[in-house]
């Protein structure tokens, strides 16, 4: 098991290595941070102290070791480094530290703060809405896919089946859309909800921050209509593999009541793919809520993103990309983990 969650570890470094290569290289050569930084305006002098502060005037090839210094959790910095960048974290040595910190993702070009500060106050709303995604799939899709395998061959099975084909086809910003205008516009007296909204609403004279969970609603369902449509193919087509197996019958044998059989014997042993694609959607929902949190305004890291974008504010988009990515690839191991120990076949193999 030990060497199975190495390789494991070892295999995603080496997909967060390709992730920060593509990023770098992708965004480094956008136009000219030094501009972005100080706009139309500025002096010679001030042009070149940013981009020395940037470290633009290295080759291309220093440039990216001195980025993968700063995003790394473990890496070696000078004192004077330390206290400029405000890096925080445990520092070892002399003027030249070896240092365990929190990853530097530099500094916004628009708002001149610190990038991991902006994600980190954002990621909560986004964790939020993906739970609350989910949550929603699995509560909806299990029992509706164990329906529609009891009901095989009835409306209950075509409607089922027709709803879930619709779900995965439909993208999820066409669907935003449709969800916002009818029930948070034309539907508005009777849902009480509305188009845009955040997870907190801020008292206009003291300026206190309370929970608000009325705004979740629609970009919840919004994001959670795939995979609640995925997960409910995959348990309908695992429960009737399971209902056909033999332990089934001699637990109906046994004088095992219809329910007791279906709900503890039956689903229990279908929930394999269903865990798969719970694991897997979730990783996504988090990478992927981009679109949605656009659409309705939800503050999470989607739309501090997309507003990134139009400015063209491109350290936030690289921290961003990095930040979901580490999440996909840490909840693929958690769950590759999970299987092994599970089932022992995955790691013997």
């Not at 390709?18 to 706009?39: A, E, K, N, T, Y």
């Not at 070791?65 to 890096?87: C, G, M, T, W």
Request: proline content about 3%; overall charge positive.
């Amino acid at each position: 098991m030990f060497n199975y969650t190495i390789k494991k570890l070892l295999y995603s470094l080496l997909v967060l290595g390709g992730v920060v290569v593509l990023v770098f290289f992708l965004f480094q050569g956008f136009g000219d941070p030094s501009r972005m930084i100080m706009g139309q305006s500025g002096d010679a002098k001030t042009q070149e102290s940013i981009r020395k502060e940037l470290y633009l005037d290295k080759p291309k090839w220093q440039q990216f070791f001195l980025y993968v210094n700063d995003i790394s959790p473990i890496a070696i910095h000078h004192k004077e480094e330390i206290e400029q960048k405000q890096l925080k974290g445990f520092f070892i040595g002399g003027d030249t530290k070896l240092a365990f910190k929190v990853p530097y993702l530099r500094k916004s070009y628009q708002s001149k703060r610190d990038v991991w500060s902006i994600l980190m106050q954002a990621l909560p709303g986004t964790i939020m809405l993906a739970l609350a995604a989910m949550l929603l799939a699995v509560l909806v899709g299990i029992p509706l896919g164990v329906l529609a395998a009891v009901k095989q061959n009835t409306w209950w099975d075509t409607t089922a089946i027709f709803s879930s084909i619709i779900g995965i086809s439909a993208p999820s910003f066409f669907m935003g859309i449709i969800i916002a205008y009818l029930f948070g516009f034309v539907l508005s007296d009777w849902t009480g909800l509305h188009i845009s909204g955040n997870w907190f609403n801020v008292d206009a004279v003291t300026g206190e921050k309370t929970l608000s969970l009325q705004n979740l609603l629609l970009p919840a369902i919004t994001l959670g209509i795939r995979p609640l449509a995925i997960i409910t193919q995959l348990t309908r087509s695992a429960m009737l593999d399971v209902l056909d197996q033999d332990y089934i019958r001699t637990a109906y044998a046994k004088g095992l009541s219809k329910q007791q059989v279906i709900w503890k014997h039956g689903l229990r042993n279908a929930l394999n793919p269903v865990i798969t694609a719970v694991t897997g959607w979730f990783a996504e929902l988090l990478a992927g809520a981009f679109f949605v949190e656009y659409i309705f305004g939800w503050q999470g890291i989607g739309k501090v993103t997309v507003d990134a974008l139009e400015k063209l504010d491109y350290p936030v988009v690289m921290g961003s990309v990095l930040i979901s990515a580490a999440f996909f690839v840490l909840i693929n191991i958690l769950a590759d983990i999970l299987y092994g120990v599970v089932d022992p076949r995955i790691r013997m193999k």
